[in-house]
């Protein structure tokens, strides 16, 4: 921690920070804590409390269409990239391998979810199914449900299951009369699908009719009328006639249409699919049939929003669904609902709650760090706790140290998050930015929240898309790249980006000495710095706002490996602990000084430890 000493009969003061936090790009440099940096571009925390330039980026892959990277999902080690227009099996790794399994995609944004050892792919124009060898939409495998049962041939019976929104067939079953021959459906103006019938013989089998031969149907009236009457049921109280007709209601782009998922069901058990981001029906979503992903009842909707707000993601805490809406701050923008079941065993799912506060503005930006959903707000990182599930209000934002930069990012909508070992990364307006689970602060100006995430940023990374495989962090880019981020942290090639030189710095907040008003004369600064093969840091300075180096360290925190051998950078150290670095220095008459510390070598490590400074507060008040 920042630290004072004041020796006994000396004008000499001492100030030493030993823990690095993150940046604050919230406050003014005068005003960031001396742990914080207002500007640290390419630094990453490595132990809590130290900090170190972060890890470069390698292409591994170009999609072969060029098309912007919208979406990459796993399945069992196989991985399907939405590039552009087109859906590809991509041999992760690899630069050559892609096979097409679709060219019809949407080129925006997709979304995709597991389920029962297949790959769910929504993408706003299709609603698609991966079994790991074949693609298909997953119309075409639509469960058929049987609407009503112990219908009488004229009509009558009872309601037992929805019609399938995404499908176009039905099941109807009959208790047959002895010499009946016309059945009559439901509906009329059936569609050109043959349809089928079956009939219960006495033995309990079900034995199949064939239209034109053994029955006929009048498609505008809705009828079948059997060659010869089914009969009366062999078997008391079963129905004995089965008919299975079709008629398109236009009800599938209900689910084609839409982009956002999650899965939830009664009791917070994960056993259906919720599906929401219709643009014709922004304030509505649908659930999908018991564990089955092809049933979509057209019962099965909530209307969550009445004034066309967008439902912008989910939150799940224990049993609870939390609907996120986009609008305006002060606005019910969440909704809360929880699933129960009604007395004929179908599921309900009631809304309980709606909570007052910022509303989301980032579809793709919804993660959960460990147990706490995090997603971007139109006023920065907000999480719900369960706590306020019963509330009024939710006021837990966790972005305080970085909340200015996102609010004035460009693009905000499309930003991408993810969780990544211990960070939550997000992806907006072409930069990274980074907050730390393992890092939580309170902050007295933000009292209503309980803590916040320390934060990093990384500038111009340009990612459209990110994912995680493995132990790596990937994204996909808006020409069809897909790119890998380093994970071994002593591998020197780990310190580029594609080749180019990574600059990293640490910037320390406005030092103004002990009295704000006095001159100040720094004599010497000092910084521990992490060893390695290849390291280095340069220190500037910036007086009466221009930057200026007072010291470069060249090879002394490096030391002899036989693995990396540059012989303009040779030394014969084999000191692997860190360094403690010393330069005096004479900075006169200022009033305040910042310092960055810096590091833009290609293949370079570079981490900090501790810095400190020493300087001399004579009575002279500073003159500007």
């Given amino acids: 921690m920042s630290t004072f000493s004041i020796p006994a009969g000396d004008s000499k003061y001492t100030k030493v920070n030993e823990y690095f936090r993150g940046v604050d790009l919230n406050n003014s440099p005068s005003n960031v804590d001396f742990s914080r940096s207002p500007n640290a571009p390419n630094m990453i925390r490595d132990q ?167 029955f006929t149907v009048n498609r505008a009236a809705g009828t079948v009328t059997f060659t010869t009457a089914p009969g009366v049921t062999p078997v008391t109280g079963q129905d004995n006639v089965k008919i299975t007709a079709s008629k398109d209601r236009e009800t599938l782009a209900n689910i084609e249409k839409c982009t956002l998922h999650t899965i939830f069901g009664v009791g917070g058990a994960a056993d259906r699919i919720f599906l929401s981001g219709n643009p014709e029906k922004p304030g509505f979503d649908w659930y999908s049939g018991f564990e089955n992903p092809a049933f979509w009842p057209d019962t099965g909707y909530t209307k969550v929003s009445r004034d066309g707000r967008k439902v912008m993601g989910y939150v799940i805490l224990g049993n609870t669904l939390a609907t996120c809406l986009d609008g305006d701050e002060g606005e019910r923008n969440v909704v809360v609902r929880q699933g129960s079941l009604d007395d004929k065993g179908e599921a309900l799912f009631k809304i309980t709650n709606t909570l007052i506060g910022e509303c989301a503005a980032a579809p793709r930006s919804f993660a959960y760090m460990g147990k706490e959903p995090v997603f971007l707000t139109t006023a920065g990182v907000y999480a719900i706790t369960a706590e306020e599930l019963t509330g009024e209000k939710y006021a837990q934002e966790r972005s305080f140290f970085i909340r200015s930069a996102l609010r004035d990012a460009a693009g905000i909508a499309d930003a991408f998050g993810v969780v990544y070992r211990d960070f939550y990364v997000l992806s907006v307006g072409g930069d990274i930015y980074l907050l730390d689970g393992q890092q939580k602060t309170y902050e007295k100006n933000n009292p209503y929240s309980s803590y916040q995430y320390e934060a990093y940023f990384w500038p111009e990374i340009n990612a459209r898309c990110l994912w995680v495989e493995g132990e790596a962090l990937y994204f996909g880019k808006a020409d069809g790249t897909i790119c890998r981020f380093a994970v071994n942290v002593d591998d020197l090639e780990s310190y580029n980006d594609d080749g180019t030189a990574i600059e990293a710095y640490w910037e320390t907040s406005d030092f103004s000495g002990k009295v704000m008003f006095k001159n100040k004369t720094i004599t010497s600064i000092s910084v521990l710095l992490a060893a390695a093969a290849l390291t280095g840091v340069k220190v500037d300075v910036q007086k009466k706002g221009i930057w200026s180096q007072i010291y470069d360290a060249k090879e002394k925190a490096r030391y002899f490996d036989w693995g990396y051998i540059d012989f303009s950078k040779f030394v014969f150290s084999a000191d692997r602990t860190p360094h403690t670095l010393i330069k005096k220095v004479k900075i006169k008459k200022v009033d305040k000084v910042r310092f960055r510390l810096k590091n833009s070598e290609k293949n370079e490590p570079f981490g900090i430890y501790s810095f400190g400074l020493e300087w001399k507060e004579p009575g002279s008040n500073y003159k500007g």
Avoid: C
């Avoid at 890890?55 to 990459?72: F, K, L």
């Avoid at 939405?82 to 050559?96: I, R």
């Avoid at 792919?121 to 075409?140: E, K, Q």
């Avoid at 037992?160 to 103006?189: C, P, R």
């Fill in 48 to 214: 809590v409390g130290k900090v170190r330039k972060r890890m470069g980026y390698t292409t591994v892959a170009t999609a072969p269409n060029g098309g912007r990277i919208n979406g990459v999902y796993e399945l069992d080690g196989k991985w399907l990239v939405h590039a552009g227009t087109a859906l590809y099996l991509w041999a992760s790794g690899t630069a050559t391998e892609w096979t097409e399994l679709a060219a019809d995609m949407a080129d925006a944004f997709s979304g995709a979810f597991r389920f029962d050892e297949k790959l769910y792919i929504l993408d706003g124009a299709h609603f698609r199914v991966y079994d790991g060898t074949n693609v298909a939409l997953v119309s075409t495998e639509a469960y058929v449900p049987t609407v009503i049962i112990s219908r009488a041939p004229s009509g009558g019976g009872t309601a037992y299951e929805a019609l399938n929104m995404i499908g176009t067939k039905w099941t109807e079953t009959f208790l047959g009369k002895e010499s009946d021959t016309v059945y009559q459906l439901t509906t009329t103006d059936l569609d050109s699908t043959p349809v089928t019938a079956e009939i219960l013989n006495s033995s309990g089998d079900w034995v199949k009719k064939t239209e034109g031969t053994d």
